[in-house]
C-alpha cells in the first residue's frame, strides 16, 4: 500500500549518496529484550533512513530515557541519548541553531508523555522540522513494568496491584492538539507499512509525530495483539488513505460513516441502502484538525484502530520563522558590529 | 502653599561635595526606578563616579500608599571613585507617608528628607500605618525637613495641559526630579532629550514632563527651600569613551563579545524569571547580529536547548535564579559528563523557594557547586561589580569551549540592577577564544582528551566520518562506548574532576588588595566587592594591617590562594548567605575563619563591614 506524498526532503546535502540499512548499523551490540518490538522498529527506521537520501552525517537521532531511548546507540549517525523526557527541548535547540540537520527524536510513551509531556507538545506547537518517533507499548520496560499514562484502566502492574485508576490518553490526539502538522500512526511489526510512515514523516516540513504501537513481550505482552495477529489484523485496522472512503475489514465490507453529533458509525457496506459514497472521505490535507482528532479518539472495541497519515498541513517551520527573522531585522543594512554595540547607549568622553 | 520653615533673608550659597547619596522613594506606580536612572545617567555624563541601588517590591503594582508597595532607588555620586551605592543617604525624597515609613529609619538624624506632603492624607497615613502624621508629631524632629506639596505644584504647572487630571499628577516624579537637580546643581537637558525621545508618540506628555521638570527646578531656586546648593565636581578618569551599564546588560554583551572573539555562534534559551529576565530580552535585540535567542516553556527545557545547540557547535547559553537553577540541575550534569561547553547564568536572590524574588543574596554558591546528583563538578566564576560581568560572562565563554564544560557564573540582583560607569573597552584589545573544531577522522574517539587540558574533541554534526553518540549513560575513556565497568568509572570520575582542576593553571593569580601579610585577609566574592574593598581603604586608611581579596575563580581557586590566606593572622569571610564560601575555604585549606553574614536581602553596608574588621583586630591585640 501507498502512503502517498505530499512533500519534499529537506535539503540537507548536495552529494547524493546511496545508502543501505547496514551503513546504519553502529557497532554497538543491541541490548533489548529478545523479542521486543523495537528490533522491528530499528529495523525499519535504517531501511528507511537508507531511501531518504540524506548524507548520514547529517542525521542526528536524539532520545531520553527508556528502552526507546537506547536507540541512538544502534544508529551510526551522530546520536544524543539526553535526559528523561528532555528529548525536544534538546533537539529544539539543535534544530534552530542547525537547521541544516535532520533531527530525529526517539521516544515512549512515559518519556514522550509522563515526565516530558511539557516538551513534546512545545516542540510541536512551535512546529519545529523534528521527526518524532514515539513507542507506546503501554508500559513502563526500562523501571520494570510499571503502568504508563497510555495503560488501560484497570491495568495490573506492579505499582498498580488492584489496577490502574489512571484515565489513559491517546499519543495522536495530544499531537493534534498540539498543533502538530504531521501526525500519523504504524505498528512495529509492519515493516513495509511502517518504512512508508516513516519516509512520510521524513518528508514532511514540520513537526512529524509518529505514534508506533510496539509490544512489550516482558511486561505488557499482547498489547496490540489484535493488530499485530496477521489472522485477525484486517477487522481491526482501519488503513487511511489520502481521499479515500474510510473501508475496512478482511473483505473491505465496512466502513465509518458520520452520525449524528458528529459521531462516527460503523456501517455494513453489504447492508441495503450504504454505499461508499456515504461514508467519510480521508483528507490529510485539511486545516480544521476535527476529521484527524477523531481518527485518534477512534479505539477499539468499538472501532478499529486507524493507521497511516491523520494529518499532514503545510505551515512554515520554527527554525525558519527564526531565521526569517534575523534576516529579516538585518534588512538591507549592515547591523551594528561589536565595537558599535559596546558603545551603544548614553556614553561620554573623558579626555 | 505653606511657606518653606527655613531661613528667607540669605542668598543661596554654593557647597562643593566630595560625593553626595540621594534616595527617591515611592509607590510603585510613582516611577521612582526611572527618575533615578535619570538622575544616575545625567550624573554620569557629567563626569560623577556613580553607583546605583534600585530596591523594588516583588509585585508590579502592590495596592498603591501600602508599605509593600515603597520602590526606592539609591545613588551615589561622587568626585572620587566609589565602589557602592552608599551606606545612607544624604538627601530622602517621599513621595507618600508609606516611603517615609520604609526609608526614614535609613536616614541620619540631621540629613535631609524632602516630602511630598500631598501624599500624607488620612487614607495614605492610615495604609502606612501611621496612627499620627508624622509631618505633625514631631517625627521628624532632628532632620532638615523640606514639605513641598509636589502633587499640588505639578497640577499647578500644568494647568495649561491637556492632560487628564490624573495624567497630570503622574508627571510628579518629574518634578521631583527637577528640584533635585537644582539642589546638585545638575543640567536638565539629558533628561530633556530622553522625555522627548521616551514619549515621542504623544507630544502632551512630553511637554507635560518637561514643564513638570522644569517647574521644579525654578521652584526649587526661587522658594528658597534650601539655603545651599550643592555641586559634586567631576570625578578624575581614565581617559576613554564611557557609558552606564548594569549587570545584566554587561552580561549580555560578554557573551555576545565572547561569540564574536570564538567566531562560534550564539545559542540563547531561556525561561522568565526575576532578576534575571533582562538579559534575555537584551540578547533578544541582538538578533540582527545573527543571535539566535529562544523563550523557552521552562527552565528545564531552556537548559536542555542550550545543551543541544552545543552539540550542534554553537555556544549554548542559559540563564537563570536560583529556583530555576534547581530547575537545570539534571541536565547541567548531561553536560558534565557529555562534556560539552555550557554557560548557566545564575542571578541569585533572597531564598529558598520563592524567597524574595527582588532582593539580592549569594545563597546559591554551595547549589551551583554541587547541587547536582552525582559527582559533577563544574567550574564556577563570579562576577563582583556591575561592569565586571562583561568579564565574567566572557571568562565562562573561555572556560566552557577550552575545557568542555559547563560553567556557571554567579551574579546578583544587586548587580543586576545596579548601574555604574564602565570604560567601554577597546574590541581589539579583547583576546581571542580560540575554538577549534574537530573535522579529522583520522584517529578520532569522542572522548580522546588533550593531554593539557582532558578536553575531548568538539565536533559539529554534519562533519562526514565522524558520526558518533553520547549521552548520560556512563562511557569507556577515549571511545565513549557505554561501559558499566567499575574501573572504568572510577577513572572516568576522577578525569571530570581532574579536568575541572586544571582550569586552575589558566587563571590568574590572585592580588591581594593591601599587603601579602598583616593581621586581616578580608575575604570575598561577588557583589560584595564595593562594601568589602571600601570599608578595607577606610580601614586602612586607619593604620590597620587589614587587606582585602575578591574570588571570581570559585571553582577551581586562583592556584595562590591557600598560600596567601595563611599569611595573615585572621581571615574574615564575608558574605551575604551563612557561610557558603567559608564552608568551601575552611574544608579545602583546614583553616579557622572568621565569619561575617548578612541574609536581609540587601548589600553589606561599608560601615558594617568596617566595624567587624575593627573588631576583629581589636581582639587580636586584646
Known amino acids: 500500500m501507498s502512503l502517498g506524498s505530499n512533500g519534499n526532503l529537506p535539503n540537507t546535502g548536495e552529494k547524493a549518496t546511496t545508502y543501505t540499512k547496514k551503513d546504519f548499523v553502529s557497532s554497538q551490540t543491541v541490548r533489548w529484550c529478545p523479542g521486543c518490538g523495537d528490533y522491528a522498529i530499528l529495523d525499519a527506521v535504517q531501511k528507511s533512513f537508507a531511501t531518504l537520501g540524506i548524507p548520514r552525517e547529517k542525521i542526528v537521532v536524539v532520545s531520553g530515557i527508556g528502552c526507546s531511548s537506547r536507540f541512538p546507540y544502534y544508529m551510526d549517525t551522530y546520536g544524543f541519548h539526553t535526559i528523561h523526557g528532555r528529548a525536544p527541548a534538546f533537539a529544539t535547540g539543535l534544530k534552530v541553531s542547525r537547521p541544516d540537520l535532520s533531527v530525529w527524536v526517539i521516544t515512549g510513551d512515559g518519556d514522550g508523555l509522563s515526565i516530558g509531556g511539557n516538551h513534546l507538545m512545545h516542540a510541536m506547537r512551535r512546529n519545529l522540522d523534528i521527526k518524532i518517533l514515539l513507542f507506546n507499548n503501554r508500559i513502563y520496560g526500562l523501571t520494570k513494568g510499571q503502568y504508563s499514562p497510555t495503560s488501560e484502566i484497570g491495568k495490573k502492574t506492579k505499582t498498580s496491584p488492584l489496577g490502574s485508576v489512571d484515565r489513559p490518553l491517546y499519543p495522536t490526539s495530544i499531537a493534534l492538539a498540539a498543533e502538530a502538522t504531521f501526525v500519523a500512526r504504524s505498528v512495529d511489526v509492519y515493516g513495509a507499512h511502517l518504512r512508508d510512515v516513516i519516509h512520510r514523516a521524513a518528508q514532511h516540513r514540520g513537526s512529524s509525530f509518529v505514534e508506533i504501537l510496539q509490544n512489550c513481550n516482558i511486561f505488557n505482552d499482547g498489547a496490540w495483539a489484535d493488530l499485530a495477529d496477521r489472522k485477525t489484523r484486517d477487522n481491526h485496522k482501519l488503513d487511511l488513505e489520502h481521499r479515500k472512503p474510510m473501508i475496512f475489514g478482511e473483505n473491505r465490507t465496512k466502513g465509518i460513516k458520520l452520525g449524528e453529533g458528529l459521531q462516527p458509525t460503523v456501517v455494513d457496506l453489504a447492508s441495503n441502502g450504504v454505499s461508499e459514497d456515504d461514508l467519510i472521505l480521508h483528507d490529510e490535507n485539511t486545516s480544521n484538525p476535527a476529521l484527524a482528532y477523531m481518527l485518534s479518539r477512534m479505539s477499539p472495541p468499538d472501532f478499529p484502530t486507524p493507521l497511516g497519515v491523520f494529518r499532514a498541513i503545510e505551515e512554515e517551520t520554527y527554525e525558519a520563522a527564526v531565521h526569517r527573522q534575523i534576516e529579516d531585522a538585518r534588512g538591507n543594512s549592515t547591523p551594528a558590529d561589536l565595537e558599535a554595540l559596546l558603545k551603544s547607549g548614553d556614553i561620554w568622553e573623558v579626555s | ?622
Open chain 2, 1 to 622: 502653599m505653606e511657606a518653606p520653615q527655613v531661613s528667607q533673608t540669605e542668598a543661596v550659597g554654593t557647597e562643593r561635595k566630595q560625593a553626595a547619596v540621594i534616595r527617591f522613594a515611592g509607590d510603585s506606580g510613582d516611577g521612582m526606578q526611572l527618575t533615578g536612572n535619570q538622575f544616575t545617567t545625567t550624573s554620569a555624563l557629567l563626569g560623577n563616579d556613580i553607583a546605583t541601588l534600585p530596591d523594588f517590591p516583588a509585585e508590579i503594582r502592590a495596592p498603591a500608599g501600602t508599605v509593600p508597595g515603597v520602590s526606592g532607588f539609591q545613588v551615589q555620586f561622587s568626585s572620587q571613585e566609589i565602589f557602592t551605592p552608599g551606606d545612607e543617604p544624604d538627601v530622602l525624597v517621599a513621595m507618600n507617608a508609606a516611603a517615609l515609613k520604609v526609608n526614614l529609619p535609613t536616614l541620619r538624624k540631621g540629613r535631609t528628607v524632602i516630602v511630598n506632603t500631598d501624599g500624607f492624607d488620612a487614607s495614605n497615613l492610615a495604609k502606612a500605618g501611621y496612627q499620627n502624621n508624622p509631618l505633625e508629631d514631631g517625627t521628624l524632629d532632628g532632620y532638615r525637613s523640606i514639605p513641598v506639596a509636589l502633587t499640588t505644584n505639578t497640577l499647578k504647572a500644568l494647568r495649561d495641559s491637556p492632560l487628564q487630571n490624573r495624567g497630570k499628577q503622574r508627571c510628579k516624579n518629574f518634578y521631583a526630579l527637577g528640584i533635585m537637580y537644582w539642589l546638585y546643581s545638575r543640567p536638565l537637558d539629558a533628561t530633556e532629550k530622553w522625555i522627548s525621545k521616551q514619549f515621542a508618540k504623544s507630544p502632551d506628555i512630553v511637554d507635560a514632563n518637561l514643564t513638570a521638570m522644569r517647574a521644579g527646578f525654578s521652584y526649587a531656586e526661587v522658594s528658597e527651600l534650601f539655603q545651599i546648593q550643592y555641586e559634586v565636581p567631576a570625578a578624575p578618569q581614565e581617559h576613554g569613551l564611557y557609558r552606564s551599564i548594569t549587570g545584566n546588560k554587561a552580561l549580555a554583551l560578554g557573551l555576545y563579545t565572547a561569540s564574536v572573539k570564538s567566531g562560534v555562534p550564539l545559542f540563547v534559551a531561556s525561561y522568565p524569571i526575576t532578576p534575571a529576565s533582562d538579559i534575555l530580552a537584551e540578547l533578544a535585540r541582538m538578533k540582527p547580529q545573527g543571535v539566535i535567542t529562544m523563550q523557552a516553556e521552562d527552565e528545564i527545557a531552556a537548559v536542555c536547548a542550550a545543551i543541544g545547540s552545543a552539540f550542534g557547535g554553537s555556544l549554548g547559553i542559559t540563564m537563570t535564579s536560583g529556583p530555576g537553577l534547581a530547575l537545570k540541575a539534571e541536565a547541567i550534569g548531561l553536560a558534565v559528563t557529555t562534556e560539552l561547553p555550557l554557560v548557566v547564568i545564575n542571578v541569585q536572590r533572597g531564598g529558598p523557594s520563592t524567597g524574595l524574588p527582588t532582593k539580592t543574596e549569594q545563597s546559591d554558591l554551595l547549589q551551583a557547586l554541587f547541587g547536582r546528583n552525582g559527582e559533577s563538578p563544574i567550574a564556577v566564576v563570579a562576577a563582583s561589580s556591575a561592569s565586571g560581568c562583561f568579564d565574567a560572562a566572557f571568562e565562562a565563554v573561555r572556560i566552557a569551549t577550552q575545557y568542555m564544560t559547563p560553567v556557571v557564573v554567579l551574579s546578583d540582583g544587586y548587580l543586576a540592577n545596579g548601574a555604574e560607569p564602565w570604560k567601554v573597552p577597546d574590541v581589539n584589545s579583547i583576546p581571542t577564544i580560540p575554538v577549534k573544531f574537530r573535522t579529522d577522522p583520522e584517529g578520532f574517539q569522542p572522548f580522546l582528551r588533550n593531554e593539557e587540558t582532558l578536553a575531548r574533541p568538539w565536533v559539529r554534526p554534519g562533519t562526514p566520518e565522524l558520526e558518533h553518540r553520547i549521552g548520560g549513560l556512563e562511557h569507556t575513556d577515549i571511545s565513549g562506548d557505554v561501559s558499566y565497568d567499575p574501573d572504568n568509572h572510577q577513572h572516568m570520575t576522577m578525569q571530570r574532576a581532574e579536568k575541572i582542576a586544571r582550569i586552575a593553571k589558566s587563571i590568574p593569580l590572585i592580588e591581594p588588595f593591601g599587603d601579602d601579610k598583616g593581621d586581616l585577609l578580608v575575604v570575598g566574592w561577588g557583589g560584595t566587592y564595593g562594601a568589602l574593598h571600601e570599608a578595607t581603604v577606610q580601614a586602612q586608611s586607619k593604620k590597620l594591617k587589614v587587606s582585602h581579596i575578591h574570588l571570581h575563580h570559585i571553582n577551581p581557586f586562583a592556584a595562590n590562594l591557600g598560600k596567601l590566606l595563611r599569611r595573615f593572622k585572621n581571615v574574615l569571610v564575608a558574605e551575604l548567605n551563612l557561610g557558603q564560601l567559608d564552608m568551601l575555604i575552611r574544608s579545602r585549606f583546614a583553616i579557622e575563619t572568621i565569619k561575617l553574614n548578612k541574609i536581609q536581602g540587601q548589600p553589606f553596608t561599608v560601615s558594617e563591614v568596617l566595624a567587624t574588621i575593627e573588631d576583629t583586630i581589636q581582639e587580636i591585640h586584646q
